[in-house]
């Protein structure tokens, strides 16, 4: 297969993502739905369920308006109102974790008025803090999650278990790490458009079958002709808040922009960092978890810049693009330490405000074009 349909495929199971498990769910998978990153998908994989990332929809929220406050954002809602509209009806059990306030809330609402649907329901609590200490603590907490899946699932989850779960989990983030370094080339084979696609499939299905399809599209990008202009377009890493539509990246893109990397959590920071597997395998998922390319929830931010400006370095990166969804605390309490941090090497950015709904694209066309046009292209 070609690359080009190697991605029609991936982008089709993404977006056909319900369907495409409820069938694997009638023959008799179990599916755990998670929703952060921080979550070690491993230890569930171990259970023998296949973990799925819970996403927002296309559609209004009027459900989850009724059950959630009004400056809670609009990621969480309306990945509620998937939920309530039984989208999720194939999930044998929901993690969250103490992310930010509003996955709190969404995890409030779900474990209370979704029960009946989700059988097992449980948040983990990670630190906000980078430390030796805080991996301790993090270990205990995984260790607590382990134990509650083997008491509700009734399985065990041996040693051996863990050990090839996160051996098959670091083959798919070294694989996706060599799609992402093509893009350092000054004529990378594949778009951040494309990028973001391929990294959202792998988050909704059986990561076994993924890494196949990553293999076959890791030689298909090798010999596939670079992006028209590559040349000629401004470098962007993109950066901030929840960001699952591909088509908020392909309106930059067309306007001559070419996102070359990410630190998003649907990019790198869901794949970047491997899992030691030296340590013992919970002393190393939770090492790997708390220290892993951070976002605004872990102290210090200066860790998180540290990692920035080497990646803009290393692939070449113009200029940032900082989205920011509307009511994300973190994220916007962030941006002036990143916008100051970033302004010592050079690098400008541009700041835009977003709702999780393609809404206000006019604004983003407008405000992105005369960006490029002050930065010179």
């Known amino acids: 297969m070609n690359a080009e349909d190697i991605l029609a495929e991936l982008g089709d199971i993404y977006a056909n993502r319900h369907?495409?498990?409820r069938k694997r769910r009638e023959r008799g998978q179990r599916y755990m739905g998670w929703v952060c990153t921080y979550i070690p998908e491993e230890i569930?994989?171990?259970?023998?369920?296949?973990?799925?990332?819970?996403?927002?929809?296309?559609?209004?929220?009027?459900?989850?308006d009724a059950y959630l406050y009004s400056n809670l954002c609009s990621f969480v809602r309306s990945a509620l109102e998937e939920a309530f509209m039984d989208k999720y009806d194939y999930l044998d059990g929901f993690?969250?974790?103490?992310?930010?306030?509003?996955?709190?809330?969404?995890y409030d609402v779900w474990s209370i008025y979704l029960k009946g649907k989700t059988p097992f329901t449980t948040i983990l609590s990670v630190p906000g803090k980078i430390s030796e200490n805080t991996i301790a603590v993090f270990k205990e907490e995984l260790e607590v999650f382990k134990e509650s899946l083997e008491r509700h699932f009734e399985v065990e989850i041996t040693e051996r278990a863990l050990k090839e779960a996160i051996a098959l989990y670091n083959?798919?983030?070294?694989?996706?790490?060599?799609?992402?370094?093509?893009?350092?080339?000054?004529?990378?084979?594949?778009t951040g458009t494309?990028?973001?696609?391929?990294?959202?499939?792998?988050?909704?299905m059986p990561k076994d079958v993924y890494?196949?399809?990553?293999?076959?599209?890791?030689?298909?990008?090798?010999?596939?002709?670079?992006?028209p202009n590559a040349g000629e377009r401004v470098r962007l890493l993109i950066m901030g808040s929840e960001l699952q539509e591909p088509e908020y990246i392909r309106v930059i893109e067309e306007l001559g922009g070419l996102v070359v990397n990410d630190d998003l959590c649907n990019g790198t920071r869901y794949f970047w960092n491997l899992v030691d597997t030296r340590e013992e395998p919970l002393e190393a998922l939770a090492r790997r978890y708390v220290t892993r390319n951070p976002c605004p929830r872990?102290?210090?931010?200066?860790?998180?810049?540290?990692?920035?400006?080497?990646?803009?370095?290393?692939?070449?990166v113009e200029a940032v693009i900082y989205e920011c969804i509307k009511f994300c605390d973190m994220h916007g309490a962030a941006y002036p330490i990143i916008k100051r941090g970033l302004a010592e090497i050079g690098i400008p950015v541009l700041k835009l405000d977003r709702e999780h709904l393609l809404t206000g694209i006019g604004q983003v066309k407008t405000r992105t074009q005369a960006f490029f046009e002050s930065i010179g292209v």
Request: with cysteine; charged share 30%; net charge positive.
């Open 211 to 227: 890494n196949e399809k990553l293999k076959s599209l890791l030689e298909a990008l090798k010999s596939r002709p670079p992006v």
């Open 194 to 204: 494309e990028a973001m696609e391929i990294v959202l499939a792998g988050m909704v």
């Open 19 to 21: 369907q495409w498990n």
């Open 44 to 64: 569930i994989q171990a259970a023998g369920i296949t973990p799925v990332r819970v996403l927002g929809g296309n559609d209004e929220t009027p459900i989850a």
């Open 95 to 106: 993690v969250a974790l103490n992310a930010c306030d509003h996955i709190r809330r969404l």
């Open 171 to 190: 083959t798919t983030r070294s694989l996706l790490k060599e799609i992402y370094d093509l893009r350092k080339d000054p004529q990378p084979p594949l």
């Open 298 to 316: 872990m102290r210090p931010q200066t860790e998180r810049l540290t990692r920035l400006k080497q990646m803009i370095k290393d692939y070449r």
